[in-house]
Structure formats: structure tokens, C-alpha cells
């Protein structure tokens, strides 16, 4: 038998793909259990229905919090172990203008709401944390707290498009403005990027004539709620192991690339 996982779920809105977890955990499909379910976002609707099932709900009012640092920016309110170098030379989310008092202002910030965050999960022995329409990014500060053994990955995503095509806030509406003939979604490990962590599994669709943004995003969301569960029972499994690989080019030239391999059998516990 595999382990049974305890799951941690964050969201922002309606908790859609949070849903599909909960009910994977119910009849079996995922041999785990959502042990809370968190939002940045206190008006979230998934909240009322994940305290309906009885799982644990809490708050980081991230707007709060950035309103509050950005009335009175007091470096006493970042967290004691905060490291500002460590952080802005990890990140890859401004690849440029990293030195800028907007970049600064950002990562402290968020580091606030992190530290609050951590704080609010602590009580919770998870074993993966799941994003499902949590529409914040996660900084170096917060990663390197909850991916503590190398190698291990535990915060998990999906997004609205083919990654990595399309990142950011709004996957369907790209893919259906630049005139793609295939859309779909992605789930993949967190990384220090914007949509960047290796791709656990992908599934698609196609894009039609007929089509509108509204359409594409029902049929991306059918597939989001298939594809979610599956890559958390592979999880739940220890049959994701994440490795860099090598390839030598025809000119000679190494390029290295880091992917989610699938193991072909569970693994007994």
C-alpha cells in the first residue's frame, strides 16, 4: 500500500480545482486527505465550501498587508530571518530592474504575507501544499521553507495553458487572443520563476472556429479537473522524481533541462 498524504490546499476565487482534490481524496482516487485550505483572499467562496466539508479554513490578507507596508515600509515588520540579497539573486521573476525600489518594496512585502502564511500552515503536518487558482507568487522566502529536503519538490500548480507558452494570470484568454489552433493546461512543481518549475503532466485540446474564450475555458477546466488529481495520486505514489538530464547538441554544445520522470510502477511503502 502507499502512503496516505495529507494535502494542503491554497486558493484565491471559487476553488474549482480545489473541489476536484477534495473529491478524488473521498472516493479513493488519491490515497490522501485535505487537511486545510488556505486563501490570500478572505471574500474566496471556496473557503465556505471547503469549512462545509469540515477542513480547517484560514486568511493571509495579502492586499492588507501590501496596504499596510506600502503606508508605513518599517523593516521591522519583515520577518527576523529575511535576507534581501539571498532573495533577489534566487528569484527569476525580474530579470531585469532587480535593484529597483519596486522590485525591494515587492519581495519585502511579500515576504510579510509568506511569514504569516508559514505561520498559519505550521500547525498542519502536510505532506504536499497544492495551488489550485492561488493567484499569488510565491518568492524564494516561502519555497525554501516548505522544500526543504533537495531534490523533493511539495508545492504543486496548474495553469491554464501548454507551458511554457502563455505564463502568467490569464493562459486561456492568451491562447485564444494569439490564434493558437490547441490549448490546455499544465501542472508542474514550483519553482523560483513565473510558470517555470518542471511539467508534472499536460493535457489538451483543440481550438476551433466556432470557439470563444468562454468555451476554451470550459473545456480547459474538464481537463484541469482530470488532470490534478492524476499527477497528486502520482505523488502520493513516490512515482515523481524530478532529475536534470544532458544532451550534447550536433555543435557540441551541452544543454541541460530538469524533468519530472513518472515512475512505471508504485512504489511499495
Same mark, same amino acid.
Given at each position: ?97 532587480? *535593484?529597483?525600489?519596486?522590485? %525591494?518594496?515587492?519581495? $519585502?512585502?511579500?515576504? #510579510?504575507? =509568506?511569514?504569516?502564511? +508559514? @505561520?498559519? !500552515? &505550521? ?36 495553469h491554464p495553458a ?31 520563476? *513565473?510558470?517555470?518549475?518542471? %511539467?508534472?503532466?499536460? $493535457?489538451?485540446?483543440? #481550438?476551433? =472556429?466556432?470557439?470563444? +474564450? @468562454?468555451? !476554451? &475555458? ?12 492524476e499527477c497528486i ?37
Amino acid at each position: 500500500m502507499t502512503k496516505r498524504i495529507n494535502i494542503g490546499i491554497l486558493i484565491s476565487g471559487s476553488g474549482t480545482n480545489m473541489d476536484a482534490i477534495i473529491n478524488a481524496c473521498e472516493d479513493g482516487t488519491i490515497n490522501g486527505e485535505v487537511i486545510f485550505v488556505g486563501s490570500d483572499n478572505p471574500e474566496a467562496r471556496g473557503l465556505e465550501k471547503a469549512g462545509k466539508k469540515g477542513i480547517p479554513t484560514f486568511v493571509v490578507n495579502y492586499s492588507e498587508i501590501t496596504r499596510t507596508f506600502k503606508n508605513n515600509p518599517d523593516s521591522s515588520l519583515l520577518p527576523a530571518d529575511f535576507d534581501l540579497e539571498d532573495i533577489r539573486a534566487k528569484q527569476s521573476f525580474f530579470k531585469e530592474n532587480a *535593484e529597483s525600489d519596486k522590485v %525591494i518594496s515587492f519581495l $519585502r512585502t511579500r515576504a #510579510i504575507a =509568506e511569514a504569516l502564511l +508559514i @505561520e498559519k !500552515i &505550521k500547525p498542519y503536518p502536510y505532506d504536499l501544499l497544492v495551488l489550485a487558482g492561488f493567484m499569488r507568487n510565491l518568492t524564494p522566502y516561502f519555497i525554501d521553507r516548505v522544500n526543504t529536503a533537495p531534490g523533493k519538490p511539495r508545492i504543486m500548480n496548474i495553469h491554464p495553458a501548454l507551458l511554457p507558452a502563455f505564463p502568467g494570470t490569464d493562459g486561456y484568454g492568451d491562447t485564444f487572443r494569439y490564434g493558437c489552433k490547441v490549448g490546455g493546461c499544465t501542472v508542474h512543481f514550483i519553482d523560483y520563476g *513565473e510558470d517555470s518549475g518542471p %511539467i508534472i503532466g499536460q $493535457r489538451a485540446f483543440p #481550438i476551433t =472556429e466556432s470557439d470563444s +474564450i @468562454e468555451s !476554451i &475555458k470550459k473545456k480547459g477546466l474538464a481537463l484541469e479537473w482530470e488532470l490534478y488529481p492524476e499527477c497528486i495520486r502520482l505523488f502520493s505514489e513516490d512515482r515523481l522524481h524530478v532529475v536534470k538530464m544532458t544532451y550534447t547538441l550536433d555543435s557540441g554544445k551541452f544543454v541541460q533541462r530538469t524533468v519530472v520522470k513518472i515512475a512505471q510502477v508504485p512504489i511499495e511503502k
